[in-house]
């Protein structure tokens, strides 16, 4: 897995059933919204259809309708995934979990390819079986659905497949929380805090505390939103509601120990150590240790997913053998579990200068399966440990510094077609960056030279194929990306990626010619409902109708060969001149990738860095060394990964003009 002495890259991979008159009566209440009254039918078949769903079971199970609302929506903002199962088996608005139910029924996905295997990134894929803890019994948190069959004497099945049945399902849950507390089925929202923990399924307090902070911070704030079946819901602000958090106390939900973790105090998070161990012949795992920032920068954060499910990713980032990440994020409830520290360096991202000025966070999930949906608990966990992460260490929120593993360029030629894919077409930049409090916005007018790609996710559905087999047509779904040809017009070819060598393809895992939310590229023309940009050397079109635009104008600074120049060569990561290397550092090939970047095109500025280099190849981290040159580097967006080019080979412009 480790390289040579003199090329360090190295695997870095990666992360009481209830009465029988009792289920009548909520049957009979259901009927209307299951469309088995037919004097009814159109009344019910309108987009209000689920929020009387919300109020008919709050009513029957005497829970606040505020606060079902609000637990719906961290759960899944309150859409249906058209009865599909979430990344850990969880169905509809309340994400009721089903999780043996959701495996023996999911066909086999195909999943992302590893890569070579010396290269900087050799992880296997993990099947999701092997993250079940046993055959015989599985964490409460993903069993929630059974629990609620019984309570409501409903079906599993009409708790998997219909909306109004799942969230009376989700009200039985917390009404029976709330007696298992020996709290009164009240009226008012500030009495159900515990309860509202005890649903996340969280095995201690911190996590059911984060989950019931996040759920209550919604019922401030109110939410209102259209779902995926095309549903109106809204959630009325109570700003001054205030709930009673020492019911925590009495949940008996264990403390954790949170000793080591550097997280926000607003989620849960603890140490579950990777292990930097010694092992064969001078080999060892499966990280290094470092002093960032005092001895290098922290530039990125990098978005993982997990392409297997929670115990399992555990396993194996505990494992010396095996590769590193700095946090796994849970899909449940949003619980994080930090490996590494930051002064260290995990090998994560495939690209050694990447790892060694990022951090990564493997978010559990997998890319080839759109249906297995992320909760909202998940992304806002995320999007706080992002925010405080950015705050420590200057790390600049937009897109070039929060990258997707699919942002990570190939450091060598020879590497691009082994580089991952995840977290893939599926993952919800807008709402991320949303949550991060930098909302993806228009910042110019057509004149401003720029484009931010910004689709609407929910109506953005490109056509994807190898979701579950080669070339089988995946499920349609909402997606960040933007399909990209050689012309204005569907009936073009694709762009091909001329690092990649093969024939663009519609693949979920295939790169060459797509773009994402909030990537910035340079106009080069615009045709009607047609906008080109510039991307690998090559004008790129994407359809970009005014009604439905899928990006936004935008201004910066840009990069252009400088004038006596036809092109500039164009490189995977920023290493130092060779001068720069004391003795005993063996110099890094400043090799460039094979694509070019011609006069006359323009490229999206992220960042300007010095080549830097850090050097740990022995166990002993008293020979670990950062390496640091003369030569200055800007990073730029290039195609749907970021790329480098020297600052001596190019000029830097403004945008607009």
Not at 608 to 617: D, E, L, M
């Amino acid at each position: 897995m480790r390289g040579s002495a003199t090329d360090p890259n190295r695997a870095a991979g990666y992360s009481g059933r209830r009465a029988a008159a009792g289920a009548v009566a909520t049957a009979a209440l259901l009927l209307p919204l299951l469309g088995a009254a037919p004097s009814d039918s159109t009344a019910h078949s309108s987009a209000n259809r689920l929020q009387l769903a919300f109020a008919s079971a709050a009513a029957e199970y005497h829970v606040p309708q505020s606060v079902l609302l609000g637990v719906s929506y961290l759960q899944s903002r309150w859409d249906a995934h058209a009865g599909a199962p979430s990344v850990t088996g969880g169905y509809g608005p309340m994400h009721l979990t089903d999780a043996r139910t959701a495996l023996a029924e999911a066909p086999p996905h195909h999943s992302e390819g590893t890569e070579d295997a010396r290269g900087d990134d050799a992880r296997t894929p993990l099947h999701p079986e092997a993250k079940l803890p046993g055959n015989s019994e599985l964490p409460a948190r993903l069993t929630t659905l059974p629990k609620a069959a019984e309570l409501t004497g409903l079906s599993a099945e009409q708790l998997r497949t219909d909306p109004a049945a799942n969230v009376a399902g989700g009200a039985a849950l917390l009404a029976a929380a709330q007696k298992d507390l020996g709290e009164p089925l009240s009226k008012d929202p500030a009495d159900w805090y515990g309860a509202v923990a005890r649903f996340s399924g969280a095995d201690d307090s911190a996590t059911g505390a984060a989950y019931a902070g996040d759920v209550y911070g919604v019922l401030r704030t109110g939410e209102e939103r259209v779902t995926d079946a095309g549903q109106q819901v809204a959630l009325a602000p109570q700003p001054d509601l205030a709930p009673d958090t020492g019911q925590l106390a009495r949940t008996g939900l264990r403390t954790l120990d949170t000793a080591g973790t550097q997280c926000p105090a607003t989620v849960s998070c603890e140490w579950i150590p990777a292990p930097y161990e010694e092992f064969g012949e001078g080999d060892y795992g499966n990280h290094d240790l470092g002093n960032r920032p005092a001895s290098q920068s922290i530039d990125y954060i990098v978005i993982h997913d997990t392409e297997g499910a929670w115990e399992g990713v555990l396993d194996m980032v505990q494992d010396p053998t095996y590769v590193s990440w700095n946090y796994s994020l849970r899909s449940t409830d949003g619980h994080i579990a930090q490996h590494v520290q930051a002064k260290d360096v995990a090998w994560h991202a495939g690209n050694w200068y990447v790892n060694a000025k990022s951090i990564g966070l493997e978010h559990e999930g997998f890319l080839a399966n759109p249906d297995a949906w992320y909760t909202e608990a998940m992304y806002r966990s995320s999007a706080r440990l992002v925010t405080y992460l950015s705050k420590k260490y200057g790390i600049p929120l937009d897109r070039q510094h929060i990258l997707g593993h699919d942002n990570v360029p190939g450091p060598t030629a020879g590497t691009i077609g082994g580089m991952h894919t995840d977290p893939g077409p599926y993952w919800d930049w807008a709402h991320y960056f949303a949550l991060l409090g930098r909302p993806f916005e228009a910042t110019a007018d057509k004149n401003g030279g720029l484009v931010t790609i910004r689709p609407d996710y929910a109506a953005n559905r490109p056509r994807f194929t190898g979701c579950v087999a080669q070339g089988e047509p995946c499920a349609a779904h909402g997606s960040s990306a933007v399909r990209l040809y050689s012309g204005p017009g569907e009936s073009y070819p694709l762009i091909k990626d001329i690092g990649l060598g093969t024939t663009p393809t519609t693949g979920v895992n295939d790169l060459s010619s797509r773009v994402s939310t909030g990537q910035q590229y340079a106009v080069a023309e615009r045709d009607g409902d047609w906008t080109a940009i510039w991307y690998l050397g090559q004008k790129a079109w994407f359809k970009n109708p005014k009604k439905n635009p899928t990006a936004v104008n935008a201004t910066g600074q840009v990069v252009t060969p400088k004038d006596d120049l036809p092109s500039v060569p164009v490189y995977g990561r920023a290493y130092p001149e060779a001068s720069a290397y004391p003795a005993g550092v063996p110099a890094q090939t400043v090799s460039p990738l094979p694509y070019k970047l011609p006069a006359g095109q323009r490229y999206v500025v992220g960042d300007k860095v010095p080549g830097q280099y850090y050097y740990a190849v022995t166990f002993d981290e008293a020979s670990h060394q950062v390496v640091v040159g003369k030569d200055l580097y800007y990073e730029i967006q290039f195609g749907h990964r970021v790329a480098f080019v020297r600052a001596a080979d190019v000029r830097v412009e403004g945008s607009a003009g």
